[in-house]
Each structure stands twice: as C-alpha cells, then as structure tokens.
T-cell receptor
Framework: QKEVEQDPGPLSVPEGAIVSLNCTYS??????FMWYRQYSRKGPELLMY????GNKEDGRFTAQVDKSSKYISLFIRDSQPSDSATYLC?????????????FGKGTSLLVTP | GAVVSQHPSRVICKSGTSVKIECRSL??????MFWYRQFPKQSLMLMAT?????????EQGVEKDKFLINHASLTLSTLTVTSAHPEDSSFYIC?????????????FGAGSRLTVL
C-alpha cells in the first residue's frame, strides 16, 4: 500500500461548482499537510499548508485534515475555469523524521465554462 | 514570497550529451534543495537532496554518476544529466524548504523539460 493515495481523476465540473479533492494516507506520523496546484508543464505551487488536524480557509479554498481517519480534503468554492489544473496533496512527518515529503499522484481537475 | 528560479525551462539535446539545469533561490538562502523527476500523469519522484557544501544524498535507484548534483552556494544548486539517453527525457523540478522551522513546506521551481533525441 502506498503511503499517500489520491484519485487521479479526471474530475470535470461546471463553473461555479464546489469541488472536493481528497487524499488518504497510512502513516500516522504525518503531521504536515499541503496542497499544491500544478498547471500543465509548470512546477507545483503551494496552495494550502496545515499542521496537524483541523480546518484552514484561504479565500475560496478550504483545507481539512482528519488525522483520526487519515483523510485530508481540499474544497474549492465557486470554481473557475482558471482552477483547471492538477492538484497534488503532500504530507510529511516531523523534522526529526527527515525531510521526506510524500506526494499523492495528483487529481486532474477541469472546470468548464 | 520565496521564489525558486529554474533554468532552462525546456531543453532538447542529442543522445550522449550532457545537460545542466540550474536552480536558484532568489530572495532567501537554501542550505538544502531537492530535485524531483516527474513522468506524464505521475507524481513527483524525489531523486536527491542537495546540501550546500557537501555531497548530495540520492534516493534508492537513482544513479549518482548519471545525475550529478552540485550545491556550491546557498542560492544555487545544479543538476547535470550526463551522457543523456532518451529514457532520461522527463520533467525535472527543483525545490527548497521555506516553511517554519520543523515544517517540510516546499516551494518549487517552474521545472525543466528535457527531451533527449
């Protein structure tokens, strides 16, 4: 079993829809959780960063972490065509465990006008 | 915010030649940089960790003689693909850690697409 599982999609939604992207993981030592957005032929850019459990909101984006279920989510409200990209979840354990960052395979999102 | 600049963005070379990719931290010092490789529709695969002033740490299965990493200063790391072959064609991305102490939050360069003919 891979440490981080993410449905690759593709996920297609109409403009204005609420998008839910998810990852599951198996390593209970993970404490840092990130979502990256990657446009085609570009490097990933950091969208959200969360430490431990809880919610974090930034504009139209909300990140949720449920450590008891080993499940993280990214919600996008009022989705726009410009949100069309691949979304990668990433997570890591504490610094004492090294710098390894574990990525999901990414979910391809298409927001249609 | 912290910016990682990566060049070239795209390179095409003949089989057997060597290609160098540069990664610079523009407004911060990066004692550690990471080099990733990404195949189409696949996730990022960590190749090596580049440490300023010391040897890079390579992940299992990555040929250190094929992928030479140099981190000569606090703002520059380079990846040289030596004697490149078509199977080395891929998207190479560097990154640096910018999160608060203890956090592994990375910022990435724009990536370099290598095509070996």
């Amino acid at each position: 079993q891979k440490e981080v599982e993410q449905d690759p999609g593709p996920l297609s939604v109409p403009e204005g829809a609420i998008v839910s992207l998810n990852c599951t993981y198996s390593n209970s030592a993970f404490q840092y959780f990130m979502w990256y957005r990657q446009y085609s032929r570009k490097g990933p850019e950091l969208l959200m960063y969360t430490y431990s459990s809880g919610n974090k909101e930034d504009g139209r984006f909300t990140a949720q972490v449920d450590k008891s279920s080993k499940y993280i989510s990214l919600f996008i409200r009022d989705s726009q065509p410009s949100d069309s990209a691949t979304y990668l979840c990433a997570m890591s354990a504490s610094r004492n465990s090294g710098y390894a960052l574990n990525f999901g395979k990414g979910t391809s999102l298409l927001v249609t006008p | 915010g912290a910016v990682v600049s990566q060049h070239p963005s795209r390179v095409i070379c003949k089989s057997g030649t060597s290609v160098k990719i540069e990664c610079r931290s523009l407004d911060f010092q990066a004692t550690t940089m990471f080099w990733y490789r990404q195949f189409p529709k696949q996730s990022l695969m960590l190749m090596a960790t580049s440490n300023e002033g010391s040897k890079a740490t390579y992940e299992q299965g990555v040929e250190k003689d094929k992928f030479l990493i140099n981190h000569a200063s606090l703002t520059l790391s380079t990846l040289t693909v030596t004697s490149a072959h078509p199977e080395d064609s891929s998207f190479y991305i560097c990154s640096a850690r910018v999160g608060p102490s203890g956090a592994n939050v990375l910022t990435f360069g724009a990536g370099s697409r290598l095509t070996v003919l």
